[in-house]
């Protein structure tokens, strides 16, 4: 379930620059509307600290599945210091139970349901942008686009350039006590999806106080969701706002000697999955065969060399259809985890000139390692395409004959795994 969180990395903050930009284009009747946003710029650039209770509801869930609202006690400060602890959590929803704490040096996640942590210094964090940790959390993190539209009240942090359109007075609604505006915004801003414009709702007290009460969201239709499939939809009702933030708000908790400290939280999790749908690992650890083969641009492979790194070996051929399929998707992974991952692609058997050939017309920039047989009938292979993962102190873990399910997946897991992650 955890993919119905993807269609709301976009809207909140995107809703949020429409209403702050100065520099929308407003008819004279939704100057009443623009009057409502000011009034609760001004209310929330005074204080020092803020706290609420956030009830997210989702809406075009799957049928049968009958969703739970998801509850957090969030706290603010003006120095850009935050904490989102969920008191009531959606089980269906993986990584509704996330909870996230950021001091001023240290942002902190964590997942109980997974005994998993994730805890970076501000300095780790600075590629994400004029408030590093709140950018931290966008794309994976239910409550991420709250907080930005949230932090965005408070300290005004991140320029939100993109003048967008659409905003609307809908009413003033005097069922609430005090009363509410009811803004309708349409628009694309720094957060938006490709898809494009998406459809917000906002309600804003109609007092001296002007808190922000509700934000509903309707992402733009996805091109590649199923005919006459229902749009998922979040709201977020802000209940009990206070002026301050409860003792020990931003204080980082001390994580749980049982929980892994992993240093990207949603491949951690992504690898969890991938764990329990996977078969076990039945390899037996034994010494990797050493050698040393040309490789095709006129280099030589020496397995040796690499102790240290963690090593795939990936005997393939140009006639074999599952080889060709699969081989470029391990090499992304190599790359993808960095230097301390090495892929020798082993070719068996075949001319140069051929290899050569294939790999330029399909564009293939990997290092090809040639082998005419030995090094195969070493490590016994047959058939292919036979991977094997070699780890930092040269013993083979893990070897994967053909593609079945969840090939990839167990892969990577197993390449994590011999890296220490």
């Not at 809207?11 to 100057?31: C, F, K, P, Q, Y």
């Not at 309600?203 to 992402?219: G, K, Q, Y």
């Not at 795939?312 to 992974?333: E, Y």
Request: hydrophobic letters at 45%; aromatic letters at 6%; a negative charge.
């Amino acid at each position: 379930m955890s993919s119905i969180v993807s269609p709301f990395r976009f809207a909140l903050a995107a809703g949020l620059a429409l209403l702050l930009s100065t520099h929308v284009a407003l008819a004279e009747d939704d100057r009443e509307a623009l009057s409502a946003v000011d009034a609760m710029r001004d209310h929330y650039a005074a204080l020092d600290e803020a706290s609420v209770q956030a009830i997210a509801t989702l809406n075009g869930l799957p049928p049968g599945v009958k969703g739970e609202p998801i509850i957090a006690d969030v706290a603010l400060a003006s120095d850009g210091r935050f904490s989102v602890r969920p008191t009531s959590v959606f089980e269906m929803l993986i990584g509704s139970d996330q909870s996230a704490v950021f001091d001023g040096e240290t942002l902190a996640i964590i997942m109980p349901s997974m005994n998993l942590a994730n805890v970076r210094s501000l300095d780790e964090l600075q590629r994400y942008g004029a408030h590093p940790a709140i950018g931290a959390l966008r794309g994976s993190y239910l409550f991420a686009e709250l907080m930005t539209t949230l932090d965005i009240l408070m300290t005004e942090a991140g320029a939100l350039t993109r003048a967008l359109v659409d905003l609307e007075y809908v009413e003033r609604d005097d069922s609430h006590t005090p009363p509410r505006h009811i803004l309708k915004a349409t628009g694309a801003g720094p957060y938006a999806s490709s898809l494009g414009p998406a459809e917000i709702t906002f309600e804003i007290d109609d007092s001296e106080t002007p808190w922000l009460r509700a934000i509903a969201v309707v992402p733009p239709p996805d091109p590649r969701a199923r005919p006459g499939s229902t749009p998922l939809t979040v709201q977020f009702r802000l209940d009990d706002w206070s002026r301050s933030a409860p003792d020990g708000a931003f204080e980082i908790p001390e994580i749980p000697a049982d929980y892994d400290s992993v240093p990207n939280l949603s491949a951690a999790i992504r690898q969890r999955m991938a764990r329990d749908r996977m078969p076990a690992n039945t390899t037996r650890v034994r010494p990797a065969p050493t050698f040393a083969l040309p490789t095709l641009d006129g280099d030589t492979f020496d397995l040796a060399e690499y102790r240290g790194k963690v090593v795939i070996i990936d005997f393939w051929a140009t006639w074999c259809a599952p080889c060709i399929a699969s081989l470029p998707g391990v090499a992304k992974l190599a790359n993808d985890l960095g230097d301390d991952v090495v892929l020798a692609a082993i070719n068996l058997r075949e001319p140069n000139a051929k290899v050569q050939r294939f790999i330029q017309d399909r564009g293939w920039k990997f290092p090809v390692v040639m082998d005419r047989g030995t090094v195969g009938q070493k490590y016994g292979v047959n058939p292919i395409p036979h991977t094997i993962v070699v780890d930092r102190k040269g013993d083979i873990v893990f070897e994967q004959i053909g593609v079945g399910p969840n090939a990839k997946e167990q892969l990577e897991f197993e390449v994590r795994k011999a890296l220490g992650q």
